[in-house]
């Protein structure tokens, strides 16, 4: 015999089962825009049936169903997109943030404008011309000046700039690493309890969605590798090196990741990009800009100093020493001096008598570089330290020589070097100039940085499509449609009507059985 | 497998498409608000390398009119310093022929004599002149008085040129030396030498000196001509110089303009369709983001 209330146990059974069908959905729905969130599904299986039950073993076909019952709620959630998505992203991550200090750069150089170093370097040529004109006068040796400092002003504003630019990734390193700390932890910790709960055969699906949000934006850091375990714990590479292991985190150190990223373990991501802008790419506009503060005062650039010139006394030029009656140039003599300060040392100031001018660019201490380039202390303080004058009047030793006030050779040949080539040290950067003028170098800079900053948006640009691409398809697995959530919610519902029904209509039966038989004749 | 469309996708989607069609109005509405489309080196990579070329060519074509209108201004000066030396050394030589010709009666030789002594004085004050506070005609030492009242006739100047720049490689000479006026030292035709002995001559009524010296005069008035034609020449170089600075200056900067400069017409239509496609995005995105199954559910 079938249990009387057998119909009762059924009813109750599906009442459950829908009502858990509608609060998933109702988790759906109240998840729908909740980010990271995998919409879950209620499985659901008829229990298992039993023997229609007669007097005797029955013959009849069939088994007595028994109702439904909850077999799982799990999330849908497709772990092939997950890893295509983490793989995309890290790439976004990087040019994100090459793209950004490109943009900076192209900011701190200001070009094409009025007031980036081209009309700097512009302003200072010109003044040379300018002061070629009147070489006697205070006025324009002061023009110069200005337009020196001017320069060295740029070449040292740049300087900082770019350096501060590479103090701020370093300090963006460091706070991007303790969030990869903080990330690591929330990581070990969802793998213990996420282990603790599948442990006793649940599905931890809140718990796994967290942590696959967690390990999206881990992704967008560093190249993840992410190895699930049997006992549903997520191992964590991060940048070659071991992040999260088991319950445990192990937290990256910015020199550990400077380690990884020289040790080609840190490929990708932000951390990667921010670690390459500050030594490579911003390094490189900064070596580049060394070496034009470099070159301009002391790099290797050929001049021929006109005939007629007296060159100052003991100077050794393709080792012939310029002594005496020689030193007064019969025909034009082509030489290479070290930059402006080679080419300056040769003329002389008007001081009676003459005297050999000293350098016009030194450095503040140390090499020369953007940052340490600055005019002659000599020729700050006092105008007429500039040189113009490449011509003497030899005489004794006693005398002295007298100085040529209205020669100005050296103010046409200094104003001259715009066009002329320098020898450009070769530097490990992408500009490959090492014989130019001034110029060239500079706008082989500027072309270069256009060119890195368009492939870096570029790159950014087919980067995010890749990833929204990939995070589409995985919102078109796992998001959540609030139209199917309706219909399923609508589905539910009849259902549950339906089995509220099932059980009104075993309470009338046993209502009749318990209430209305048995009463014949009374 | 078909896809799924959740709202999610469809809300990224639309912010996408949105943004994107914002960020190319930006790049136009930028291009039309500053006139240029070139404000970054990335906006044209290979056109900065241009445009910067193009700055630096336009600077430094000014800073060379510049020179050419100061090398003007010299040699205008030394053109009219020039031209009173020729009139008054032709003032000289009438008086040199009247002197030379003719009877003249003592006083009329006194007096001729006078004006020559003021003439000299006259062409030893030209001779020195100065020009933004420099020597014009003593070569590159222009910080020194050529001339001296006393010693005229056997100095010579420097004759150095001082070289003004017009282009990268050439240069002109813009200065014309003292010797080139008025003969060098110890010349027969030293102006300064002619002169002194003419008042020489004058004084003791020597008609055969006065004679040659006439001759070596008339030599002279010649040079200083060639000398101002020399000016002349070179003024007529510096214009034709400025003038290409000037027609070069102008192919530059239409150069320039067309690797910097907004195509506005163009720019403004771009911009218009962009405002169209937003205006659209915006529009279906409302449409489709209202709709769902809940619209239909009573």
Known sequence: MTSTFHGIETAKRSLFTQMAGMNTTGHNIANASTPGYSRQIVGTAATRPIEVPTLHKSTAPGQLGTGVEVTYIKRVRDQFLDEQYWNANRSLGDWEIQAGTLAKLEAIFNEPSDAGLTTVINNFWKSWSEFSKDPENVTSRKIVRENALALVDAFNETSKKITDMQTDLTRSLSVNADHVNTLAEQIAQLNYEINRIEGLGDNANDLKDQRDLIIDELSKMGNVIVEREESSYYRVLFGGVELVQGNNANPVTTAGLEAAYTGNGLNSGELFGIIKSRDSIVQDYLDQLNEMANTIANGDVEVTIPAGSVLPEGTVFNGITYTGANRTLTSDLTVTVKGINGLHQLGYIFTSPAQRAGEFFSSKGGPLTAASFSLSAAIEQDPNRIASSLRVIPGTVATGDQVVKGNNTLALLMSGLRDKMFTFNPISSNNGITKGTFDDYYRGMMGQLGVQSREALRQQENNQLLVDQVDNRRQSVSGVSLDEEMANLIKLQHAYGAASRLMTTMDQNLDRVINSMGIVGR | ?298
Do not use: C
């Open chain 2, 1 to 298: 497998m078909a896809l799924r469309v959740t709202p999610g996708m469809m809300n990224l989607q639309m912010m996408r498409n949105i943004n994107s069609n914002l960020i190319r109005m930006d790049h136009n509405q930028n291009k039309l608000s500053t006139g240029m489309k070139l404000n970054k080196p990335s906006d044209d990579p290979v056109g900065i390398t241009y445009s910067l070329r193009y700055r630096s060519e336009l600077s430094i074509n000014d800073q060379l009119q510049k020179n050419a209108e100061s090398a003007v201004s010299w040699l205008e000066f030394s053109d009219t310093t020039v031209g009173q030396i020729n009139d008054i050394s032709q003032r000289a030589y009438e008086l040199l022929v009247r002197a030379a010709n003719g009877t003249n009666p003592e006083e009329a030789l006194d007096a001729i004599n006078i004006e020559i002594e003021q003439i000299y004085e006259q062409l030893i004050s030209l001779g020195n002149s100065k020009f933004n506070d420099k020597y014009i005609f003593n070569g590159q030492l222009t910080d020194q008085a050529p001339y001296d009242q006393l010693l005229a006739p056997t100095q010579g100047t420097d004759t150095h040129g001082i070289l003004y720049k017009f282009s990268e490689g050439s240069g002109l000479s813009i200065n014309i030396s003292g010797q080139d006026i008025f003969g060098e030292p110890n010349d027969d035709d030293n102006l300064f030498a002619i002169l002194t002995r003419v008042q020489t001559a004058l004084g003791s009524d020597d008609k055969t000196a006065l004679q040659a010296e006439l001759e070596n005069l008339k030599d002279r008035l010649v040079k200083i001509n060639e000398a101002r034609s020399e000016i002349g020449a070179k003024t007529n170089r510096i214009d034709l110089i400025s003038n290409r600075l000037g027609d070069l200056e102008m192919n530059i900067t239409s150069m320039q303009s067309k690797v910097e400069d907004t195509d506005y017409a163009e720019t403004i239509l771009v911009l218009k369709q962009n405002e169209s496609v937003y205006q659209a995005s915006l529009a279906t995105s409302a449409k489709i983001m209202q709709m769902s199954l809940l619209d239909y559910l009573r």
